[in-house]
T-cell receptor
């Protein structure tokens, strides 16, 4: 699986949009981009994923560049409860070699939502 | 539908002791994983099981063994605990079509 690069930390004012970037320049054609977040020391929680089209769900939006080398997670109206560490990972679906399962979570981006 | 259940939630061991961390999922997922997370660090993969009957090493497998008991259960064993294994351990599972990872609530392990 391709590695990802994320900023170490970001601040966002409460009520404003939080835009979290992720670089995945070595992503393969069959790899999806997944975003997770971890609040305090809880288990990480799935947010959203996509292949090449932009995606939106009740939690967030995912914007993937046309060349798929980077993406942005958007929390449209950040609240204090969105303060967490956000992880971006890439993986393929199903079995396509051991790399499909050796999922690497880096240190992620620590998002602090400020009142 | 409980998702991924880990036991115990907390454990204190003395150096050299052994223990098994249990994990079960009720989502009929094929794949299961064990991660560890040290303070201020990301998650590191210890072992994974792509499907029932198979297990493979991840990034940091030394000092651990795993058993995929059946499709639901994936256990992690520390044969001789060391202080370096003090960490929070997370079990996760995933399945088709989305391969979204679902995590348990974690086990906080301290080895003295």
């Amino acid at each position: 699986d391709a590695k990802t690069t994320q900023p170490t930390s970001m601040d966002c004012a409460e009520g404003r949009a939080a835009n979290l970037p992720c670089n995945h320049s070595t992503i393969s054609g069959n790899e999806y981009v997944y975003w997770y977040r971890q609040i305090h020391s809880q288990g990480p929680q799935y947010i959203i994923h996509g292949l090449k089209n932009n995606e939106t769900n009740e939690m967030a939006s995912l914007i993937i560049t046309e060349d798929r080398k980077s993406s942005t997670l958007i929390l449209p109206h950040a609240t204090l409860r969105d303060t967490a560490v956000y992880y971006c990972i890439v993986r393929s679906r199903g079995y396509s070699g051991a790399g499909s399962y050796q999922l690497t979570f880096g240190k992620g981006t620590k998002l602090s939502v400020i009142p | 539908n409980a998702g991924v259940t880990q036991t115990p939630k907390f454990q204190v061991l003395k150096t050299g002791q052994s223990m098994t961390l249990q994990c079960a999922q009720d989502m009929n997922h094929n794949s299961m994983y064990w991660y560890r997370q040290d303070p201020g660090m990301g998650l590191r993969l210890i072992y994974y099981s792509a499907s029932e009957g198979t297990t493979d090493k991840g990034e940091v497998p030394n000092g651990y063994n795993v058993s995929r008991l059946n499709k639901r259960e994936f256990s992690l064993r520390l044969e001789s605990a060391a202080p370096s294994q003090t960490s929070v351990y997370f079990c996760a599972s995933s399945g088709l079509p989305d391969e979204k990872l679902f995590f348990g609530s974690g086990t906080q392990l301290s080895v003295l």
